[in-house]
């Protein structure tokens, strides 16, 4: 049971708010959530906190906060499922999450909660029934443009900046906004991967875990079918084994209740009849075993110079195909707590680096970096006192990149076929793989 929700920017201001019992008083309550929520290290934010009796249930997307408040008897993972669907009607009815975005389309938002919630109690979270129910319309930040290659990105990825322009295509809201004459017939399947690494001193990877999805956003009308082939070589466990190439193995994988399965273990085909809006055709696993090299490697040195500075020579080496890049690549790196300034030289004027006092690390960004390239930066640390026991706060470090059109996998999508009214839609697949902890220790 509900009690209410609220949606916060990332400095803690209220965009939307709604109390459903009237038990509480709710700028309290948010005050409150996002006092603890600041005063806590880093990213470490608990999904679950609680306060004086009241329980706090959060997630985060696009920098903005999704809180709900609730008695100790509801279920906490029930009320972190919804809270996850909401992200998802927001981004199908009102476009990308952002903070101007939510303000724009307030009226919607709150119409839609008035839909799904009664008295606390979750009535509906079905985009296809919620659809007949709205009167607001969708306000669009901006018209959409193919010339507008900004900061766009996968519509259910955190990425940076992907400049691909169907990105930006498949953000709009699935309604027509104000102004507009309808939206053009279009598919967008993705295939996006989370990569977990741990990868030892001497270079041997100690933990490799993959976790995949492939989420179809569609535009069409609900009667079309559509059947989605993937990989003929697709095979799920070690003793699986199909077609003649090499193989493209999963631990275990589950589908969604609306994909029909008939063809998948003969073709490897997913059927489906989706309705408008984003949906999460099929989730797998790989651990250990990738078919493909590890994108990155850290070669490290660390001495102490004459005039007693810390001096940290870093290589890091991308291990992806020369034709392939990674972007957006950031090296966090845990540093003594007395280091106090520090002097660099890196390898090319486009990267960054900078000694961050309140974390007491060393950040290191790049832009962009090609497959087979080596990049190289010297650091030199002041930390007065340093010891041997200094040197133990030093590390691991902590990588996070995208690399786009590419999955560690290496599973593919053959075709997207549909068959139904409305002519040929136009139809866009796309590749995704980002870091979610890739830690080199040192």
């Known amino acids: ?228 082939g993937l990989t003929e070589e697709f095979c799920v466990g070690k003793s699986e084994l199909r077609g003649y190439g090499a193989a493209v193995r999963v631990d275990e994988c589950a589908f969604h209740s609306s994909v029909r399965l008939d063809e998948f273990e003969s073709a490897r085909v997913l059927k489906v009849t989706p ?29 102490q110079d004459p005039t007693g500075r810390l001096r940290l020579y870093l290589k890091l080496r991308c291990d992806l195909p020369p034709k392939s890049q990674a972007l957006n690549v950031r090296l966090q790196l845990p540093v003594p707590k007395g280091a106090s300034s520090l002097a660099q030289e890196l390898s090319s004027p486009d990267q960054a680096a900078e000694l961050q006092p309140d974390t007491k690390s060393l950040r290191w960004d790049i832009p962009r970096c090609q497959g087979g390239s080596q990049l190289a930066a010297l650091f030199k640390l002041e930390v007065p006192g340093l010891s041997r026991a200094s040197l133990l706060e030093l590390g691991p470090a902590n990588l996070t990149f995208e690399l786009p059109a590419q999955t560690c996998s290496g599973l593919r999508v053959r075709f997207v076929g549909v068959s139904g009214p409305g002519g040929t839609p136009q139809r866009w697949v796309r590749y995704l793989t980002h870091s979610d902890s890739y830690v080199l220790r040192l």
């Open 1 to 228: 049971m509900l009690s209410q929700i609220f949606i916060l920017s990332s400095k803690g201001d209220r965009l939307i708010h709604k109390d459903f019992r009237g038990e509480t008083t709710g700028t309290d309550l948010v005050d409150t959530f996002y006092r603890r929520i600041t005063s806590l290290p880093g990213d470490q934010a608990p999904v679950f906190m609680e306060h004086e009796g009241r329980h706090f249930v959060h997630v985060r997307h696009g920098g903005l906060y999704f809180v709900a408040t609730t008695t100790p008897d509801a279920s906490p993972f029930t009320l972190v499922e919804f809270l996850n669907r909401l992200v998802t009607l927001l981004r199908d009815f009102c476009g990308p999450l952002s903070e101007k975005n939510v303000g724009l389309n307030f009226a919607l938002i709150y119409e839609l909660l008035d839909e799904m919630v009664d008295y606390g109690y979750v009535q509906t979270t079905s985009p296809e029934v919620l659809r007949n129910l709205l009167h607001a319309e969708p306000v669009a930040t901006k018209p959409f443009s193919l010339l507008d290659l900004g900061s766009i990105g996968l519509f259910g990825a955190e990425t940076q900046q992907s400049r691909v322009a169907p990105s930006s295509a498949a953000s709009r809201p699935v309604l027509p906004a104000q102004g507009e004459q309808g939206s053009r017939n279009e598919i967008f399947v993705d295939v996006v991967e989370r990569l977990t690494v741990v990868i030892a001193a001497n270079g041997t990877p100690m933990k490799v875990d993959v976790q995949g999805e492939i989420r179809l956003k569609s535009y069409l009308p609900g009667c079309v079918e559509m059947r989605i």
């Open 275 to 303: 309705g408008q809006g984003e949906l999460t055709l099929m989730q797998y696993q790989l651990a250990d075993d990738i078919p493909s090299p590890l994108p990155f490697r850290l070669f490290p040195s660390v001495e």
